[in-house]
């Protein structure tokens, strides 16, 4: 995320687009930045879009950079998947593959809250 801010801040900003990126200030003034000013792009990790919630023209494009699969190298994760698999599931139909679409479709939900809201989902997971 920092890396894709730092490489695009620049150019928007000198077309007159602020630039807010997760992590250079109090989340709650973020938002409050993001939500009061026209054509204002917020750099964030799935934290940050899972919990904000900004219906109407403010909010027109949520990018994820991959699928949103849980981490393999979570211990909670990894004891939810054995948990699935000692009942006779798979790991991966069963739980991991439901979360991510779960997850998924948060992603959307940001975008669309009203009936009226417009924008796009862009998923840069080349795998």
Same mark, same amino acid.
């Given at each position: 995320?920092? !890396?894709?801010h730092?490489q695009?801040a620049?150019?928007?900003?000198?077309?007159?687009?602020?630039?807010?990126?997760?992590?250079?200030?109090?989340?709650?003034?973020?938002?409050?930045?993001?939500?009061?000013?026209?054509?204002?792009s917020?750099?964030?990790?799935?934290?940050?879009?899972e919990?904000i919630?900004?219906?109407?023209?403010?909010?027109? %494009?949520?990018f994820?950079?991959? !699928?949103p699969?849980p981490s393999?190298?979570?211990?909670?994760?990894?004891? $939810?998947?054995a948990?699935?698999?000692?009942?006779?599931g798979?790991? %991966?139909?069963?739980y991991?593959?439901?979360? *991510?679409?779960? *997850?998924f479709?948060?992603?959307?939900? $940001?975008?669309?809250?009203?009936?009226?809201?417009?924008?796009?989902?862009?998923l840069?997971?080349? $795998?």
């Amino acid at each position: 995320m920092r !890396m894709v801010h730092e490489q695009i801040a620049g150019p928007l900003h000198e077309k007159g687009y602020p630039v807010l990126c997760q992590g250079d200030g109090a989340l709650s003034k973020l938002r409050e930045e993001f939500e009061q000013r026209d054509e204002v792009s917020l750099f964030g990790v799935r934290s940050l879009w899972e919990g904000i919630d900004v219906p109407g023209k403010s909010l027109l %494009f949520v990018f994820m950079s991959k !699928m949103p699969f849980p981490s393999l190298g979570d211990p909670v994760e990894s004891a $939810r998947v054995a948990a699935v698999e000692r009942a006779g599931g798979n790991g %991966f139909y069963d739980y991991f593959l439901p979360k *991510t679409i779960f *997850t998924f479709k948060q992603g959307f939900g $940001r975008l669309l809250r009203l009936k009226e809201d417009r924008g796009a989902v862009i998923l840069l997971d080349k $795998r």
